[in-house]
């Protein structure tokens, strides 16, 4: 791989869009080959498999059949989309991947940690990101802000508890990789220290 993997973590309603916009933009002014994605979706099967994991009409999905499906949406991401991307030198700027579907699903959904993370990373036969930033909040000044919510923002706060708690854990044990940083920050201050540790990776 050449390219450089970028990817934006963190709760729900705790400004990734935002951020993904914002370092889009930059390296769109800099001239350097960009792909934006995201997790579920980025892809036309992982578009469908959104649908069907986040449309509350869809009733209760088994929390088993619900990694499975994760699963499969980011084993069609990494092969179709973000594999080709770094191959040829692009950044890829992922909303979302691994650490989303180990959060929710394994700690927040309290299925076994090792088998999700295992099957996961299977998924996208093992690709990790060079740099994941986790944009952290309480959920409590987040999820539950949300006035529309979808099948997961919906499954309460304890459950946004555990996967927020698992974000940071991972982020403490491999700082090299992690940039955890205040998501209630003002938004360009935010983006530029992104940017700055997106550059020096680059330089790297």
């Known amino acids: 791989m050449t390219g450089l993997f970028v990817v934006f973590e963190g709760g729900d309603s705790v400004g ?16 350097i080959d960009h792909v934006v994605t995201r997790q579920p979706g980025g892809t036309a099967i992982g578009a469908q498999l959104r649908g069907l994991v986040l449309d509350p009409s869809h009733g209760e999905v088994d ?8 699963a499969a949406d980011k084993a069609q991401h990494a092969t179709e989309l973000i594999r080709p991307a770094l191959e040829r030198g692009a950044v890829v700027v992922c909303d979302r991947y691994v650490d989303s579907m180990i959060a929710y699903q394994g700690a927040g959904r309290a299925l076994d940690m090792a088998d999700i993370s295992r099957i996961a990373w299977w998924a996208v036969g093992g ?8 944009l952290d909040a309480d959920p409590s000044d987040a999820v539950a802000t949300i006035a529309v919510k979808d099948r997961l923002e919906s499954a309460g706060l304890d459950l946004h508890r555990r996967a927020r708690a698992h974000f940071l854990e991972v982020a403490a044990a491999d700082p090299g990789h992690y940039l955890v940083l205040p998501a209630r920050s003002d938004r360009h201050e935010l983006a530029a220290t992104i940017a700055g540790h997106v550059a020096d990776a680059l330089a790297r």
């Open 127 to 134: 690709l990790r990101p060079d740099l994941t930033v986790i």
């Open 63 to 70: 929390p088993r059949a619900e990694a499975l499906m994760y």
């Open 16 to 31: 990734k869009t935002t951020q993904v916009r914002l370092l889009a933009a930059y390296l769109t002014e800099r001239g």
